[in-house]
């Protein structure tokens, strides 16, 4: 997938993976990186900005594999930013799905 486009969407991916259960950084890089090529320490900035804006929050949560792990969780803000990414993303896919088919639409 070209960088461009993955630019745009990571964000979005990072909030869905978050709506039905928190996560700790490693676990969602590994489930993400499984999915989109993607270079080593991406999701770390991201999940700093997410928490900087207010659409997630942290928690500290003892790890039986070493020390503590810092948890995300989906604010509500988060979670209408995240349906709004979505209802944007399948609108604008809609469109380009129609130019690239042939079928442009005015």
């Known amino acids: 997938m070209n960088i461009q486009f993955k630019k745009g969407v990571l964000d979005m991916c990072v909030l869905a993976m ?9 676990d969602i890089a590994d489930s993400l990186s499984r999915k ?3 270079a080593d320490g ?6 700093r ?3 900087s ?3 997630v929050n942290t928690y ?5 594999n070493g020390p503590p792990r810092k948890y995300y969780h989906l604010t509500d803000e988060g979670k209408k930013v995240l349906e709004e990414y ?3 993303w ?4 809609k469109v380009v799905a129609g130019i690239i088919g042939g079928h442009e639409s005015e």
């Open 18 to 26: 978050l709506r039905d259960k928190d996560s700790y950084g490693y």
């Open 36 to 38: 989109i090529k993607l």
């Open 42 to 47: 991406t999701v770390y900035p991201i999940l």
């Open 49 to 51: 900005k997410l928490a």
């Open 53 to 55: 804006d207010g659409l």
């Open 60 to 64: 500290l949560m003892e790890s039986q």
């Open 86 to 88: 979505i209802t944007d």
């Open 90 to 93: 399948q609108e604008f896919n």
